[in-house]
C-alpha cells in the first residue's frame, strides 16, 4: 500500500521537477503552472501585435517606402516570422527542451522589442521628419530597424511552436485527471492569446499614432519584459520533459536506408522487421508504433541484414526501427493536409498588409464624432 502511495505521487509520463526529479503531482504542473504560462503567452501577442499590427504605417510614413516596397518587406518579415518556428522545434526536441528554448527566445524578443524602441525614439537612429508623415530615413538607421525587426522574428518564431506543447507537458496524460484538464488549458490558452492580440492592436497602435511610434514600441517592449517575467516565475512549479532525439536525423535516416536496400523483398510476416527490444521508442517520452501496410516501400529500411550491425552495434543509416518507418509515414500522411492551408494563409496573410494600404482611403472616423479608428486596428477584425 505504502509503495503504490509513493507511485501515486509521482507523474509517470517521465517529467521531472526542476531539480532534475520525478515530478510530485501535488506540487508541480497542472493549474499550478499553467497560470505562468498563460500570462506569458497573454503578454507576449500583445507585444507582438502591438508591434507588428501597425508596421505598413511606420515603412510607408517613418521610413518614406513606397507602397509596393514596404508591402514586399513587410510579407518578407511574416514569412520569416512563422518559418523561424521550424528551428525552435528542432532545439527543444533535438537538445534544448522547451523550457530552454522558450526562455532563450524570448530574451531574443525582448532585445529586438528594445533595439525596436531605441530605433523609434533616440536621437540620430530614428528618421528625420519634418511633419508627421514626413521623415527621411538614412541606410544606416533602415538598417538598425530591419536588424531589431528580424532579431524580433527570430524571438517570437523560435518560441511559439514550444509553448502549446510546453503547457500540454504540465498534464500527465496517464492521469485521467490531467488528462480532462489538458483539453480545458488549450481552451483557455486561445482566450489568452487573443486577449493579448485585442490590446495589441488598440492601446500601443493609438499610442503610436497620436503620441509617438518611440512610446508604442515601448508599450510592447514593457509588455514583452512582463511576460518573461511570467514565465521565470514558475520555474518552481513547472513539469520537465528531457529532450529526445534529433527527429529530422530520424527522418532522414529512414529515407536513407530505404533507398539503399532498393533492391531487398519486404517480408510478408512484418512482425519480423526490426524493432527495438523495449517498450519504449528512442525518442524520450515517445512510445513504439504498430507497423501499417501503406507506404511500404519505406518498410525497406527497416529489413535487417548481416551488413547493417558493424561490431555489435546497429548502423543507423542502413538499419532503422519500426517505429522510425512509421514516423515517417506519419509525416507524409500529414502533408495533404498541411497543403490545403496555404490558399487559405496565402489571402489571411494579406490582413496585416493589403488589406491595410485600403483602409488608408477609407473614412475610418467613429460616427459623426472626431474619433478616428486607427488603420492597424482594423486588424482586430479578421476570421
Not at 506543447?165 to 484538464?181: I, L
Not at 508604442?216 to 513539469?239: D, E
Not at 527497416?302 to 512509421?326: F, M, Y
Request: aromatic share 12%; proline share 4%; glycine share 8%.
Amino acid at each position: 500500500m505504502e509503495m503504490m502511495a509513493i507511485e501515486g505521487k509521482y507523474t509517470k509520463d517521465g517529467t521531472l521537477d526542476f531539480r532534475n526529479n520525478p515530478a510530485n503531482k501535488k506540487i508541480t504542473g497542472a493549474w499550478k503552472a499553467c497560470p505562468f504560462i498563460l500570462g506569458n503567452q497573454c503578454c507576449e501577442r500583445l507585444g507582438y501585435y502591438g508591434m507588428s499590427s501597425n508596421l505598413l504605417g511606420y515603412y510607408t510614413t517613418q521610413l518614406n517606402q513606397h507602397s509596393a516596397t514596404a508591402s514586399k518587406n513587410l510579407s518578407n518579415w511574416l514569412g520569416t516570422c512563422y518559418i523561424l518556428p521550424l528551428v525552435g522545434a528542432f532545439l527543444a526536441d533535438a537538445y534544448l527542451g522547451r523550457y530552454w528554448t522558450i526562455a532563450s527566445f524570448s530574451v531574443i524578443n525582448l532585445l529586438g522589442m528594445t533595439m525596436l524602441t531605441l530605433s523609434a525614439s533616440v536621437p540620430g537612429l530614428r528618421p528625420t521628419c519634418y511633419n508627421k508623415d514626413e521623415c527621411y530615413a538614412t541606410n544606416s538607421q533602415t538598417a538598425v530597424f530591419s536588424l531589431a525587426l528580424y532579431l524580433v522574428a527570430l524571438g517570437s518564431g523560435g518560441m511559439k511552436p514550444c509553448v502549446s506543447s510546453y503547457g500540454a507537458d504540465q498534464f500527465d496524460d496517464a492521469d485521467e485527471v490531467d488528462k480532462g484538464h489538458k483539453s480545458s488549458f488549450f481552451n483557455w490558452l486561445y482566450f489568452s492569446l487573443n486577449i493579448g492580440v485585442l490590446i495589441g492592436c488598440s492601446i500601443p497602435v493609438l499610442i503610436q499614432e497620436n503620441i509617438g511610434w518611440g512610446w508604442g514600441f515601448g508599450v510592447s517592449a514593457v509588455a514583452t519584459t512582463i511576460a518573461i517575467a511570467f514565465f521565470f516565475s514558475g520555474t518552481r512549479v513547472y513539469r520537465y520533459q528531457k529532450p529526445g532525439c534529433n527527429p529530422l536525423t530520424r527522418l532522414c535516416q529512414v529515407l536513407v536506408a530505404s533507398l539503399r536496400k532498393y533492391r531487398v523483398e519486404v517480408p510478408a510476416d512484418k512482425s519480423i522487421l526490426y524493432e527495438a527490444a523495449d517498450v519504449e521508442a528512442a525518442i524520450v517520452g515517445s512510445r513504439k508504433l504498430d507497423h501499417t501496410n501503406q507506404f511500404r516501400f519505406l518498410d525497406k529500411a527497416a529489413v535487417e541484414k548481416e551488413s547493417d550491425h558493424c561490431k555489435g552495434s546497429v548502423n543507423p543509416w542502413r538499419l532503422c526501427t519500426v517505429t522510425q518507418v512509421e514516423e515517417l509515414k506519419w509525416i507524409i500522411r500529414l502533408l495533404p493536409v498541411l497543403a490545403t492551408g496555404i490558399i487559405f494563409y496565402t489571402v489571411f496573410g494579406q490582413m496585416s498588409n493589403l488589406f491595410l494600404l485600403q483602409a488608408k482611403y477609407m473614412d475610418a472616423r467613429l460616427g459623426r464624432s472626431n474619433f478616428k479608428i486607427p488603420i492597424a486596428s482594423l486588424a482586430i477584425f479578421n476570421p
